[in-house]
């Protein structure tokens, strides 16, 4: 039975999912300023405060709108953007901007900031596009992928790692190496689990 939450602890709740970092969360819920920090990690710790924490952010996401899937698509205009629909290639190699109303709606969510400014020599006005970091966002999109792909195969393999089998001469004899994340290992070393994968490549 998960434990009804203190009064602290409720406006505790409600500053983290305001955004506020734990600390501050915890002074502003009343708690000591000198033990803020510890008690800040200590209430995130507890399943009946991470489990208020969580109902409450899926709550407020509901009430705005939020939803997996629209975030997803989002993140998906940004990693996938393509920036040959913000600009042409002239016959000479000259690179020219669309002008704002012909750049396809899909293209807007990878875009940061447009910046309008004054061509030089009377040129008339120019603009500037910048766009959202593409590699934050498919970093972010390959880890939760890898990540459901884990759970799927298997719950309780969630870690990752990057594994070569090297075999090589030395002496006239036949020896085999294991790289795990570009480090030698000792297969005898290895933990249970890790050797199970290591056993499932040869």
Same mark, same amino acid.
């Given at each position: 039975?998960?434990?009804?939450?203190?009064?602290?602890?409720?406006?505790?709740?409600?500053?983290?999912?305001?955004?506020?970092?734990?600390?501050?969360?915890?002074?502003?819920?009343?708690?000591?300023?000198?033990?803020?920090?510890?008690?800040?990690?200590?209430?995130?710790?507890?399943?009946?405060?991470?489990?208020?924490?969580?109902?409450?952010?899926?709550?407020?996401?509901?009430?705005?709108?939020?939803?997996?899937?629209?975030?997803?698509?989002?993140?998906?205009?940004?990693?996938?953007? *393509?920036?040959?629909?913000? !600009?042409?290639?002239? &016959?000479?190699?000259? #690179?020219?901007?669309?002008?704002? +109303?012909?750049? %396809?709606?899909?293209?807007?969510?990878?875009?940061?900031?447009?910046?309008?400014?004054?061509?030089?020599?009377?040129?008339?006005?120019?603009?500037?596009?910048?766009?959202? *970091?593409?590699?934050?966002? !498919?970093?972010?999109? &390959?880890?939760?992928? #890898?990540?459901?792909?884990?759970? +799927?195969?298997? %719950?309780?393999?969630?870690?990752?790692?990057?594994?070569?089998?090297?075999?090589?001469?030395?002496?006239?004899?036949?020896?085999?190496?294991?790289?795990?994340?570009?480090?030698?290992?000792?297969?005898?070393?290895?933990?249970?689990?890790?050797?199970?994968?290591?056993?499932?490549?040869?």
């Amino acid at each position: 039975m998960i434990q009804a939450l203190t009064a602290k602890q409720e406006r505790f709740v409600q500053e983290i999912v305001a955004g506020e970092s734990g600390a501050e969360s915890a002074r502003r819920a009343g708690y000591a300023e000198a033990s803020a920090n510890v008690q800040a990690s200590q209430n995130l710790s507890k399943p009946n405060i991470a489990e208020a924490v969580a109902r409450s952010r899926q709550e407020v996401a509901k009430r705005a709108g939020i939803t997996q899937e629209r975030l997803f698509k989002e993140m998906a205009g940004i990693a996938f953007s *393509d920036i040959r629909e913000l !600009l042409r290639v002239e &016959s000479d190699g000259t #690179l020219v901007f669309r002008k704002i +109303e012909n750049i %396809p709606a899909s293209s807007w969510p990878a875009i940061k900031e447009v910046t309008a400014f004054r061509l030089p020599d009377g040129g008339g006005m120019g603009v500037k596009f910048q766009l959202w *970091d593409k590699i934050k966002v !498919l970093t972010l999109l &390959s880890k939760w992928l #890898l990540e459901e792909t884990a759970d +799927e195969a298997d %719950p309780s393999k969630q870690s990752f790692h990057t594994i070569v089998n090297i075999n090589s001469v030395e002496g006239g004899k036949q020896v085999r190496k294991v790289l795990v994340n570009g480090k030698p290992l000792d297969k005898r070393e290895a933990s249970e689990q890790l050797e199970e994968r290591i056993t499932g490549l040869e």
